[in-house]
């Protein structure tokens, strides 16, 4: 092969290589409703209420933990979490029950829910590997 040919498809190489992890990356994160701040915690019974949402990147990553802001929220908790996980961009929610109201929501936002219970690190491992 010329050296004429050989520096285009290098430069192609370089930039897939460059594009390819970024592509990943751009998938959007995983929301955990859970019990605590770590990936060893349980996934929480009810979405809306949960302490913490866990926040996955498309490879099953923790990227952050954030203290749910509408834990304590007298009514209407899942709609307003689910405004809050969208601001995120968030497109799948994991959680052991979502609410009537959460549901809703999650369906016109065009969110992917899932039920889970256990071990939070499992659930989304079992998400991604579907």
């Given amino acids: 092969m010329s050296k004429k040919m050989m520096l285009p498809l290098l430069l192609l190489a370089a930039l897939l290589g460059m594009t390819l992890p970024a592509l990943a990356a751009d998938k959007p994160p995983i929301a955990v409703a859970a019990e605590g701040q770590t990936a060893a915690v349980q996934v929480s019974k009810l979405a809306a209420r949960a302490p913490f949402f866990l926040f996955f990147d498309a490879t099953g990553g923790l990227v952050e933990a954030v203290a749910n802001p509408y834990q304590r929220t007298a009514g209407g908790a899942g709609p307003q979490v689910v405004e809050f996980l969208a601001a ?4 799948t929610v994991i959680a052991g029950e979502f609410g009537a109201q959460m549901t809703a929501a999650m369906k016109a936002k065009g969110m ?3 039920t889970a219970s256990g071990n939070v690190a499992e659930a989304v491992k ?3 590997t579907k």
Avoid: Q, T, Y
Wanted: hydrophobic share 50%; proline share 0%.
């Fill in 88 to 91: 995120r961009g968030v497109k």
């Fill in 112 to 114: 992917i829910f899932r």
């Fill in 126 to 128: 079992s998400v991604i």
